[in-house]
């Protein structure tokens, strides 16, 4: 059997998106063109955007701009705030967590280079940054405050409307990298008082290389991409039309099926998190009521996470490790410190993260064989016989 | 490489059969006990390396026949990835039928090798050439056990990069030769540095009493000085360029004046240096701690302008007091 656990990495296509995908394939008018061909896919992007707009709670008078990606969003966010600042803002400082995504923090890192400032919030052992302390930070010269929605690591979830309501009283763009919220929580920007908005389709079972940049009317924005007039000159490059079509879709169904993430999904991951836990020295982590219904993240006191991979890879389970050995910097084992676990056990975690397509057998069979694993590997632990 | 660096490497698909085949079934995964040591006449030594917190640790056990220095049998214990598993259990396996003394010259380098399927493929990606490191680490903390003396003692102290086992003085050797000024220009000549990148620059894997880029720094400027040295041996400090004149009184101010002012508890600083229209060479000093109150100051600037003429051979000096 085959069981993909690693949801919060990327998703398969719906077959009813996929279908829709195909379909669409056949429209190849350019946009831009003023005779029929273009008449066409223009029409279809319409009908589209009629879906995406209320998929997640935007005004019409607001900008979806449609990208390739939460990457190219979150720079596309991010770089606005350092090209105005190159361009003579005295706004130089921008906010965000030590939970982000590396399309934040390597943007952000990027404009230190030019002289800019950045304060990373830490998380505390659910994973959530302090409102105070992001109220301390706040500066004159703040540009920016930038907290993701969910961690696909650690599943736990931000106050964002808090955080929304604090940087509206200090007059601070707010943008969310909502990667992991389409599918898995309502979103709707305006109750959340985002300002800007980032997600990819890939991760809502839609197809890979396109997703949205949310930007509130007013807000500052610069392009990224400067090209022709397509998205109304603010990203460039021709349109593509069947992507945007399938995740329209995509977002239909992730919105239909939120009833079933909330309550057969997340009822699965606690069926299986309840079986991880009676394996003995294992823990779970972030409280519930502040993680995706999707995820858990265990660790397995013991056994190196790359060595698990490997097992579960043979079993044809395939999960994600908080503690990757598989970087050049060979410290992923920041997500389980950052939840305050010990360095000994941080090194152990894994990431198992579950979509409205797992089925009950799927999570059944990983039951069966993760004792197994676990067994397996604690043989060849040196250290785990002498810790308990 | 362009072309296959764009799609994101997969260090699974980089290991060797023989690497995949060892972390999945390890033959030499075991202990042994006292028990096991007495049944074989065999003196038993239990050997550990690495943490948890690291996220490597081994544990290796040897059976040793004390009348040859003879390992008759290995096993290991292991908290790690594939990679160390693998490069464990074939550590344990080179050491059997060696004596200690033998076991010792094993590196990872032999273990690496001994892994590959192709001899001109590496077995694993160079950033898991860490892992295989704690095989030479492990083996040399039962040497020592077995011999009862300190690891240190028979460790090579002098290795900067431990992926490749490039040591300090050949390092050193390389700088000097190619005149290298770079990690990149020194990788040239070297694979110091090339797997887990620790021993590059502190911020790595794990933290180094020695860097290359240290190494890189150190070497260049101790050239530098070498070749001021033979500038004011064979040059004329009248004939120097100013920059070398500057830097050559700034190397007498720090190597014979700063010593005799520090013993009264004082101590001077270059501040300017010009020519002035009678073709002197006036040298600005600034009087620090007890020198800027002295009454003697006078006679210090005497000192001090007397000392520099003599060393640098010349007359043309004149201290001057800010």
Same mark, same amino acid.
């Given at each position: ?269 606690? =069926?299986? !998190? #309840?079986?991880?836990?009676? *394996? ?5 982590? &972030?409280? +519930? ?69 797992? =089925?009950? !057998? #799927?999570?059944?069979?990983? *039951? ?5 694993? &676990?067994? +397996? ?12 | ?322």
């Amino acid at each position: 059997m085959e069981v993909y656990l690693d949801n919060n990495s990327t998703t398969p296509m719906d077959k009813e998106v996929r279908e829709i995908y195909h379909e669409h394939e056949k429209f190849y008018g350019n946009v831009n063109s003023i005779y029929q061909k273009g008449i066409e896919t223009r029409k279809l992007l319409s009908k589209a955007y009629d879906v995406i707009y209320p998929a997640i709670g935007a005004r019409d008078e607001d900008d979806i701009i449609i990208t390739s990606s939460t990457t190219e969003g979150n720079n596309a966010v991010i770089k606005t705030f350092l090209y105005n600042f190159l361009q003579g803002s005295e706004k130089k400082h921008i906010i965000t967590t030590v939970a982000e995504h590396s399309s934040i923090k390597a943007p952000c890192a990027f404009t230190k280079k030019f002289g800019m400032e950045v304060t990373y919030l830490y998380t505390d052992e659910n994973g959530r940054i302090d409102l105070q302390e992001l109220e301390d930070f706040i500066r004159d010269d703040t540009a920016l405050i930038s907290v993701l929605f969910a961690s696909n690591e650690s599943g736990a979830i931000q106050p964002i409307k808090e955080i929304g309501e604090i940087a509206k009283k200090h007059g601070i763009p707010f943008h969310c990298d909502g990667a992991q919220a389409i599918s898995k929580a309502k979103v709707d920007v305006s109750e959340l008082g985002v300002d800007y908005f980032t997600f990819s389709a890939h991760k809502f079972h839609g197809p890979k290389g396109v997703g949205g940049l949310y930007v509130r009317k007013g807000a500052p924005f610069i392009p990224l991409i400067h090209g022709g007039n397509q998205m109304g000159g603010k990203r460039g490059g021709s349109i593509n039309t069947a992507g945007i079509v399938a995740m329209a879709k995509a977002m239909e169904l992730a919105n239909e099926n939120l009833d079933r993430m909330y309550f057969e999904v997340s009822k699965l991951r606690d =069926k299986f !998190e #309840e079986a991880i836990l009676k *394996i003995p020295d294992t823990k779970s982590y &972030v409280d +519930k009521r502040f993680r995706l219904p999707n995820t858990v993240i265990a660790s397995f006191r013991g056994i190196e996470g790359e060595a698990m991979l490997w097992e579960l890879n043979q079993a044809g389970i395939y999960a994600a490790t908080g503690s990757s050995c598989s970087s050049e910097r060979l410290q992923g084992s920041e997500v389980l410190e950052a939840l305050g676990e010990d360095p000994e056990i941080a090194h152990t975690g894994i990431i198992f993260s579950l979509s409205r397509f797992t =089925k009950e !057998e #799927e999570i059944d069979y990983v *039951i069966e064989k993760l004792p197994k694993i &676990v067994e +397996k590997l604690r043989n060849i632990s040196m250290t785990y016989a002498k810790q308990r | 490489m362009a072309r296959a660096d764009l799609i994101t490497g997969n260090i699974w698909e980089e290991y060797s059969n023989k690497v995949i085949d060892r972390m999945s079934n390890p033959r030499y995964l075991g202990e042994f006990s006292e028990e096991d040591a007495k049944r074989k006449d065999a003196k038993l030594v239990v050997a550990d390396f690495g943490s948890e917190a690291c996220g490597d640790a081994v544990r290796l056990y040897w059976l040793v026949d004390p009348k040859t220095d003879r390992i008759i049998d290995a096993r290991f214990k292991s908290f790690g990835c594939g990679t160390a598993i693998a490069s464990s259990d074939v550590m344990a396996e080179l050491t059997i039928g060696k004596t200690v003394d033998e076991a010792m010259k094993i590196t990872n380098l032999d273990v690496e090798k001994a892994l590959r399927d192709d001899p001109d493929k590496p077995a694993f990606p160079p950033q898991k050439m860490h892992c295989s490191v704690m095989a030479y680490d492990v083996i040399i903390e039962a040497a020592s056990k077995y011999k009862g003396v300190d690891p240190k003692e028979i460790k090579n102290s002098e290795i900067v990069c431990e992926c490749a086992r490039v040591t300090k003085g050949e390092i050193e050797e390389i700088v000097r030769k190619h005149k290298v000024k770079t990690v990149e220009e020194l990788q040239k000549y070297t694979d110091a540095g090339k797997y887990c990148k620790s021993c590059i620059k502190p911020g790595g894997h794990e933290e180094r009493p020695i860097y290359l880029v240290d190494i890189i720094e150190q070497v260049n400027k101790q050239m530098e000085e070498e070749l001021l040295l033979n500038q004011m041996k064979t040059e004329k400090f009248d004939e120097m360029t100013h920059l070398n004149k500057i830097k050559s009184i700034e190397k007498v101010l720090k190597e014979d004046v700063s010593t005799i002012l520090a013993m009264d508890g004082g101590s001077v600083e270059l501040v300017d240096a010009r020519e002035n229209e009678n073709g002197e060479f006036e040298v600005l000093i600034k009087y620090f701690g007890t020198c800027s109150t002295c009454n003697a100051a006078m006679f210090t600037g005497y000192m001090i302008e007397k000392s520099l003429n003599e060393r640098l051979d010349t007359d043309k000096i004149k201290v001057i007091q800010v």
